[in-house]
Every structure is written in structure tokens, then in C-alpha cells.
């Protein structure tokens, strides 16, 4: 295995790369945080129906590109770095890549086109399941969730449900607008990411609503978790860069004594410890998205991913909280952006699996007696 | 990669597996997972007869060109090379700084007569060198150094005065190569040469430095009218810090990348001491063993991104982090391994698995130190890979 970018993943990152330094500038995303809907309407009908972007890494029967976790990775890692509101990650991220990896055929072939072609917004939610009754052929859903990511602006909510009565989940595909679903958008720190609180009560769905594949679905389960994981942990990657890059800038700038403070050691130390955890969290992410391009098996997968998660975590919270302070005063205000990747870099540090708890899955495995 | 390829490379696996098992054992058995790091003055005849082994194998000069007796192989073969010695326990490698230092740089350098007179020497095991960098006033500051050299021409030999310092090994080698100031009053990196000078001589004198581990690997190395052929200088004279800094450059070479395998091996040691020790029941234990392990993977994939980094020759600017990386990451190792001992730790331990964590522990203190500190690699990273301002020089 080589860790070195093709020619065409090196167009796909330049890409990604010139589209968001123009689109998605701190004034935009300023622009989205303060709308209604929480993302930039344009840009996502942009990279949907133009750029391909959401097509990438699901399956081609589908209506995908069928590309890797490597070019996926690549792409979310700018999508961090400028803090892009979007709806892509529930709907690709969360939604298409537990279809992908969960889903019937039917509803795969239900389901993915649209998310695809960008002309579905999903979400999904697979930590806390709900409870699902049989009701003739249909189902009977109930339960809460606490927060599901843009969960109150998808148009479809996948959800986890436990099959009363028999020791089984399953999958649905529950429309926004079903009777019985109560959303409340929720307030949150980090504008740039948008949580709702859904109460299902009663909720009733036809036979095809469930969309899991029974033989599938627990394995599928741990395999789109994974992505998730590695898909946040690309993103973060990409906002501890732009902590870096920020902090860089106003350094060089800013000059105090008479010379500008990034000539002092404790300072350039500190820009050099950003550079050595951001480089560290770039091998992980890039190596668990090519072991997973290479077909990884779902343990190995799962531990790596894991391990990008939990660095990528530290590395951007670490990073922003650094960029706050070497900004100084102008860094705690609302104007100035390290303010946006702080509140970031936490509330994603909590999602998902907290590095902590990452960390003692991995003990666990490390631990494990040898066979 | 092709089938063909993959298929070549899992046989030359294999080929490397096979020669360790059959070639590290009888007399050399006992020196599995020994002489590394803080272990090296641990057998050193038996390991220099190792090296012999090895080059009769034809395991020594695996990248170096075939024109000089090397072996021409590809990074790849290399880094399986190195990773197959580690996991069968191979020794830590007397001849590492002819093989990985000086040959690299006399191929690249060196005159062909020094090519003809020291690249054999080094393949075959029977020469070996010492590193004559670090003085007292020039460590850091590596360009300060004040040891002195200048050409009698009468009898066509350099003359030497002047102490190095904290030279590795130096007790157990027949050369040293040496940076010292041939154009006198002098300053910095200006009028330096690089020497190639033999240690076995009236004017050489070794004096082992006891090490915070309480063995000797280092040796303070005094010259006082010490001599060397004429032409046993490599480049020009004033061209030394050139040299001298090129041949740093070989330092971050492949070599680096069988290393993991061996901090794998000590990862290893660690949780089956955690496992026997009750240790793994402690949460605070178990998230350090996680963050080991990540690291761990974090150095793979480093050492991957360099290896692609080099097809066309040149490190990227992030290849500067990796220094910094392992050797923090390996003291952190080496507190974790003092931790998981608890209690036995402030014990001297004989038997082979706490004495190599407590050998981590203490050894992974010098690897901040040698090879740049700390301070130096964060200096070197905010101004070579980030461009921010240099550091006033005196
Ligand atoms: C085990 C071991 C083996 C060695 N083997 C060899 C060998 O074989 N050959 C050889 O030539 N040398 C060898 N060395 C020497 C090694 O290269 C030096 O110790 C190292 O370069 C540091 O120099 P110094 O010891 O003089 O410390 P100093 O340079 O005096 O540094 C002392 C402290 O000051 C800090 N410091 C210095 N300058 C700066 C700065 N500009 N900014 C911020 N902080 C600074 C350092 O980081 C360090 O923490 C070896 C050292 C060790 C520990």
C-alpha cells in the first residue's frame, strides 16, 4: 500500500478545494448560520446537480460514481476546512452510506439515486434505536431521539428501530412529513451544524418502509458507523488546517514589540506543534480511507476508523482552542473565525463517540487475549 | 500494484523471513531483540560477527547502487527488508552508521579512490565508524564546532586537534568521520571540512561517558595532532557543513521505517505487562494504550506518505514532522511502560521483559535529544514547512 494521490484524486481535492475557497468564505457561512434553513441553498443544488460531489462514493448501480472512502475522505476534508453548511454529510454520510452498506435492493435502488443526484436531503440516526411494533403489514414506530443532524430540514429520516418482541432491528425510512413525527429544531453553539429533537409517536409506515437487508444489517451497521466516523474525522482534519492557516496569517500580520509575534519561539513552537498533530491526523485519516478503499474487513475497518475519529477530535479541538489564543483578544470575539471552528471542533468532539470512549473500544481490542 | 509485483514482493518477504529464522539462532539466538537503543554495548563482538553473517547473506548495501557492491533493490524490497529483520528480532545494527550514513554520502561525495577504499569495508562488516558531529560548545549550534584541522604538506597527511563529544560508539569503531575548521578565524558554517580519520592511533584518545542508563554508548574523542591521509577528506576543504549536512539528510532515511515494527514489538511488551500486571484494568492505563497504539498506526502511514513522497526524490515539507513524531511519541511509550510496571519499576530487573520496558523508558529520554531536540525540530518545522521568521543566530 502507497499512500500517494492519483492524478485524478489530486484534481478531485483541487476541485473541492478552489469551489469552497469561493463559495463557502466566512461571509457565506455567516450568511447560512443566520438563515432559516442553516446551509447555502445555492451551493448545495451546485455541488448536487453540477459538481457530482454527493454521487461520489455510492455504489454506480445507483446512480453513484462509485469512487472510494479515499476520494469521499478527500473532498469532506475541504468541506471542514471552510466550515461548508451543507446538508451533504446526513444525506451522504449518515443516510447513503448506511443504505450502501445496510440497505435491501429495493431500497437501494429506492433510495440512492436521489441522494446521489443531490435532489434528496436525508438524515439518519443510528445510535439510540426507536421501537417498532408489527402492525399488519406495516409498522408501528415510537421513541425519541435527542438530536439527529439536520434532522428537522431532511426530507427523509432513516431510522434504527428495535422489532418488539423478537431480538431483531430494523431500518425505516420515515418521510418527514409522517403523522405521529414531531421535529424541533434545536439551538445549538456551533451554527454551522443543525440538530433537531424527533419524537415519533405512533408513527405508522407501510411494508416498504423498511429498508434494511435483515442479513445485512448488523454488519452494515458497524460498517456505515465507521464510515461516519472517518467521514467526521476528514472533516475535522480539514478545520484543524484552517486553524493552522488562520493562525499563520494573523501571526505573521500582527506584530507587537516591534516585530510581528510569530518571530517569537513560543510562538513558532506552538504553529509547529499544530503542523505536527495535524500532519499526524492526516496519515491516520488518509491511511484508514485507503485501507478501507482497499476493502478493509469490518473489525480492522472499525478500529481504524475509531482511531481517526478519535485523533482527528483531539487534533481540531486542540487546534482551534490554540488559534483562539494566539489571535488574543480579536480571537474571542464574534467576528474573527476561530470562534466558529471552536464551537465546531466540540460539538463534533461529542458526536459520534467521544475520543474517550473511542479509545477504550480500541483498549478492548487491544486487550483481547490472544487467540 | 500488479498481481506479478505483489507476488515478487511477498516472495522476497519471505525470502528475508526465512534467512532470519534460519540465520539468527545457534550462537546468535541470543541476540534476538537485543543491542537496540540503550541496549548497544550488549554483546558488541558477537553483533559484529552478525554483521558478517548478514553480508555474507548479502543483506547489507540493499539500496545502494550495484556499481558500489550494493544491491540496487527498491524502497519497497527495503522496507520490507527492514520490517522483516525487526519482527524476527534482528539486533540492533553496529554497522548502522558506515551502512546508512557514510556510504550514502562517500556514493554521493566521495572520491572513487574513498569509494574503492571504505564502501567494501563497510558492506562486508569489517569496518566500522563513529560520528564526530557534537563538541562541547557545538551541539545545537552544530555549526560552532572548533576542533581544527590543517594539510601538512610535507608528509601529505591532515593534522587534527580538538574534543568531540557524546560519539556513539566510538570505543567500538576503527574510523570517525570528523567536522572541523580548516581555514582558521573562521566562523559558522564557513571553512569547515569533513575527515575521514582512523581512531586507532597514538593521537586519538576515547573516553567513555557513563550514561543516565549506566552503561557507555558515548565517548567523549580527543584528537591532539591525530592524522589522516591527504586525501581522506571528502569534498573540499570549506565544503564540510555541505557534506556534513547532506549526510544528516540519510539520517531520515528507510531505515526509520523498520523501526515500527520494533516499537510494534515493545508495544506488545507493554500490554502483555499490562495484562499480567492487573494494569488493564486501569481506565486512565487503558486510554494510554489506545493513544500508543494510534500512534502506532499514525507512524505506518507516515512512513507510507514518505515513501511515495520519495518517487520523485524529494521529501515534502511535512517529512519534517516525523522525527518529532516518533520520538515523542516513543517516550511517551516508555512512560507508559514504566507505568504499567507500577511499583516493580523502581526495581533493576534482569529477566528479558521488564528490563526492555524499563530500557524504554530510560532510552526514549535521549531520543529527544540526539538527532535535533525537540526545541530544534519545532524550529526547523515553523520556519522550513510553515516559512515563519528564522531565529536570530549569534
Ligand atoms: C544518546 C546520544 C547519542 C549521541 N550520539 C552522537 C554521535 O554519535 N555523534 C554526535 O556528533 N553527536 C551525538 N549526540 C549529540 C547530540 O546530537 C546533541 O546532544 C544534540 O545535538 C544537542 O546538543 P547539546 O547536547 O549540546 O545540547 P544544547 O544544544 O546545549 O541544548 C540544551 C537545551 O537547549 C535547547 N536549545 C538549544 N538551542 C536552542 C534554540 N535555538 N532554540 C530553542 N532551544 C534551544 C535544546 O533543545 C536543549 O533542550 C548524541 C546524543 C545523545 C543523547
Known amino acids: 500500500m502507497k499512500l500517494a494521490l492519483t492524478e485524478d484524486q489530486a484534481l478531485i481535492r483541487a476541485t473541492a478545494e478552489r469551489v469552497l475557497a469561493e463559495a463557502s468564505t466566512s461571509a457565506a457561512v455567516r450568511r447560512a448560520m443566520d438563515s432559516a434553513a442553516g446551509y447555502d441553498t445555492d451551493l448545495w443544488r451546485r455541488i448536487g446537480a453540477e459538481l457530482g460531489w454527493c454521487a461520489l462514493a455510492l455504489p454506480e448501480a445507483q446512480g453513484g460514481l462509485g469512487l472510494s472512502a479515499f476520494e469521499q475522505v478527500l473532498l469532506l476534508e475541504q468541506m471542514g476546512r471552510r466550515l461548508a453548511c451543507l446538508p451533504y454529510f446526513a444525506t451522504v454520510c449518515l443516510a447513503g452510506q448506511l443504505l450502501a452498506q445496510a440497505g435491501r435492493e429495493s431500497a437501494r435502488a429506492r433510495w440512492l439515486p436521489p441522494i446521489a443526484a443531490g435532489q434528496l436531503r436525508a438524515t439518519a440516526s443510528f445510535e439510540a434505536p426507536l421501537a417498532a411494533r408489527r402492525a399488519g403489514d406495516g409498522w408501528q414506530v415510537s421513541g425519541r431521539i435527542a438530536q439527529v443532524l439536520d434532522g428537522a430540514s431532511a426530507d427523509t429520516v432513516f431510522a434504527l428501530a428495535r422489532i418488539e418482541g423478537e431480538d431483531a432491528l430494523a431500518l425505516f425510512a420515515v418521510p418527514a412529513d409522517a403523522p405521529g413525527l414531531r421535529r424541533t429544531a434545536l439551538q445549538t453553539w456551533d451554527l454551522t451544524r443543525r440538530y433537531a429533537a424527533l419524537v415519533f409517536e405512533d408513527v405508522t409506515l407501510d411494508a416498504a418502509a423498511r429498508v434494511d437487508d435483515p442479513a445485512r444489517l448488523a454488519e452494515g451497521l458497524r460498517r456505515a458507523q465507521a464510515y461516519a466516523r472517518l467521514s467526521l474525522a476528514a472533516e475535522q482534519l480539514g478545520g484543524a488546517q484552517a486553524c493552522l492557516e488562520l493562525t499563520l496569517a494573523y501571526t505573521q500580520n500582527r506584530k507587537q514589540f516591534g516585530r510581528a509575534i510569530a518571530s517569537f519561539q513560543a510562538v513558532k513552537h506552538r504553529c509547529a506543534e499544530m503542523m505536527v498533530k495535524i500532519e499526524a491526523t492526516r496519515s491516520m485519516v488518509y491511511g484508514a480511507a485507503a485501507g478501507a478503499a482497499a476493502g478493509a474487513p469490518t473489525a480492522v475497518l472499525a478500529c481504524e476508523c475509531d482511531a481517526a475519529k478519535a485523533l482527528a477530535s483531539e487534533t481540531y479541538f486542540w487546534c482551534a482552542g490554540e488559534a483562539l489564543q494566539l489571535h488574543g483578544g480579536v480571537g474571542f470575539t464574534w467576528d474573527y473565525d476561530p470562534q466558529l471552528h471552536f464551537k465546531r471542533a466540540h460539538a463534533g468532539r461529542h458526536w459520534l463517540g467521544a475520543p474517550e470512549r473511542l479509545r477504550e473500544a480500541l483498549a478492548a481490542h487491544l486487550l483481547e487475549p490472544a487467540p | ?394
Open chain 2, 1 to 394: 500494484m500488479n498481481a506479478a509485483a505483489a507476488n515478487d514482493e511477498a516472495a522476497f518477504r519471505a525470502e528475508v523471513a526465512g534467512w532470519m529464522r534460519a540465520h539468527l539462532a545457534g550462537r546468535f539466538a541470543k541476540l534476538r531483540h537485543r543491542g537496540g537503543p540503550g541496549d548497544e554495548d550488549f554483546e558488541p563482538a558477537l553483533r559484529k560477527e552478525w554483521e558478517r553473517e548478514l553480508a555474507r547473506g548479502g543483506w547489507t548495501g540493499l539500496g545502494w547502487p550495484k556499481a558500489y557492491g550494493g544491491r540496487g533493490l527498491s524502497l519497497e524490497r527495503q522496507v520490507i527488508f527492514h520490517e522483516e529483520y525487526a519482527r524476527a528480532g534482528g539486533p540492533g545494527r553496529m554497522g548502522h552508521i558506515g551502512e546508512t550514513l557514510l556510504g550514502p554520502t562517500l556514493i554521493a561525495y566521495g572520491s572513487e579512490a574513498q569509494k574503492r577504499r571504505f564502501l567494501p569495508r563497510i558492506l562486508d562488516g569489517s569496518e566500522y565508524w563513529a560520528q564526530g558531529y557534537s563538541e562541547p560548545n557545538a551541539g545545537s549550534d552544530l555549526a560552532n564546532v572548533q576542533t581544527r584541522c590543517r594539510l601538512d604538506e610535507a608528509r601529505g597527511e591532515w593534522i587534527v586537534d580538538g574534543q568531540k563529544v557524546w560519539t556513539s560508539l566510538a570505543h567500538e569503531s576503527d574510523w570517525i568521520f570528523v567536522l572541523a575548521r580548516c581555514e582558521p578565524g573562521s566562523k559558522g558554517s564557513k571553512g569547515l571540512a569533513f575527515l575521514l580519520v582512523p581512531l586507532k592511533q597514538p593521537g586519538v584518545s576515547i573516553r567513555p561517558i557513563r550514561q543516565l542508563t549506566g552503561s557507555c554508548e558515548f565517548n567523549e574523542v580527543f584528537f591532539d595532532g591525530a592524522r589522516t591521509a591527504a586525501d581522506h577528506i571528502v569534498g573540499r576543504p570549506g565544503e564540510g557543513w555541505a557534506i556534513a549536512m547532506a549526510l544528516l539528510g540519510f539520517e531520515r532515511g528507510i531505515s526509520t521505517l523498520g523501526q515500527q515494527m520494533h516499537f510494534g514489538h515493545e508495544l506488545e511488551l507493554v500490554v502483555a505487562q499490562a495484562r499480567a500486571s492487573g494494569a488493564a484494568d486501569d481506565p486512565a492505563i487503558r486510554q494510554r494504550l489506545a493513544q500508543s497504539w494510534i500512534g502506532l498506526r499514525v507512524m505506518r502511514y507516515n512512513a507510507l506518505r514518505m515513501l511515495a513522497d520519495a518517487e520523485d526524490g524529494r521529501l515534502r515539507p511535512e517529512a519534517l514532522i516525523y522525527k518529532y513524531y516518533w520520538s515523542n511519541w516513543h517516550r511517551a511509550l516508555g512512560e507508559l511502560a514504566i507505568d504499567v510496571l507500577g511499583e516493580e519499576g523502581r526495581l533493576v530487573h534482569q529477566d528479558e521483559a521488564r528490563r526492555r520496558l524499563q530500557q524504554v523508558f530510560f532510552f526514549s529520554r535521549a531520543d529527544t535529544i540526539y538527532a535535533g531536540t525537540n526545541e530544534i525540530q519545532l524550529n526547523l518545522i515553523a520556519e522550513r514547512a510553515l516559512g515563519l521568521p528564522r531565529e536570530p543566530r549569534g
